[in-house]
């Protein structure tokens, strides 16, 4: 009997982070990562930076790299999140969350900056993203398929 696919359960906090990031769908963006980056069936959600930034392309989502941030701790580039506004997503070794609405947010659930457990890690790269508007699945498939049409 084959078991529900549940996010917590699984290494995907950079696709949960780019789903709530983007306010799109989490089914929408894992069929397109599982798409788009070309995984196995078994395949269980793990991405590296480079990978999620292709995601976002692929998601014509709105993106930026906001260098400023790398090497403060994650409390730190909340302060400065806050005062900007937007929607982040923060990569800490071998972990991503995304932050909005001044809450940080991964697979496992939705915390107070002051409150979760890896407040004071360093950040290795930080993206501003907007939220997607317009998403249609199936012309973004076709887009895939055939990126000249």
């Not at 980056?37 to 014509?60: M, P, V």
């Not at 923060?90 to 407040?119: C, E, M, N, W």
């Not at 290795?124 to 973004?140: A, G, I, M, S």
């Given at each position: 009997m084959?078991?529900?696919?549940?996010?917590?359960?699984?290494?995907?906090?950079?696709?949960?982070?780019?789903?709530?990031?983007?306010?799109?769908?989490?089914?929408?963006?894992?069929?397109?990562?599982?798409?788009?980056?070309?995984?196995?069936?078994?395949?269980?959600?793990?991405?590296?930076?480079?990978?999620?930034?292709?995601?976002?392309?692929?998601?014509?989502?709105?993106?930026?790299?906001?260098?400023?941030?790398?090497?403060?701790?994650?409390?730190?580039?909340?302060?400065?999140?806050?005062?900007?506004?937007?929607?982040?997503?923060?990569?800490?070794?071998?972990?991503?969350?995304?932050?909005?609405?001044?809450?940080?947010?991964?697979?496992?659930?939705t915390?107070?900056?002051?409150?979760?457990?890896?407040?004071f890690?360093?950040?290795?790269?930080?993206?501003?993203?907007?939220?997607?508007?317009?998403?249609?699945?199936?012309?973004?498939?076709?887009?895939?398929?055939?990126?000249?049409?």
């Amino acid at each position: 009997m084959k078991t529900k696919f549940v996010p917590a359960d699984n290494g995907c906090c950079g696709v949960y982070a780019i789903a709530e990031t983007t306010c799109l769908p989490f089914s929408s963006v894992w069929n397109v990562a599982n798409f788009a980056l070309q995984k196995k069936a078994s395949w269980r959600g793990s991405t590296t930076y480079e990978e999620r930034l292709h995601l976002l392309d692929s998601l014509e989502a709105t993106h930026y790299a906001q260098s400023a941030m790398v090497g403060l701790t994650l409390l730190e580039a909340i302060y400065l999140a806050v005062e900007q506004g937007g929607h982040y997503v923060f990569d800490l070794s071998a972990h991503s969350i995304a932050f909005k609405d001044g809450r940080l947010i991964d697979q496992s659930g939705t915390y107070h900056p002051v409150k979760y457990s890896r407040r004071f890690h360093r950040l290795n790269h930080v993206t501003r993203v907007y939220p997607v508007k317009d998403f249609d699945e199936d012309r973004l498939f076709e887009l895939l398929l055939d990126p000249l049409a």
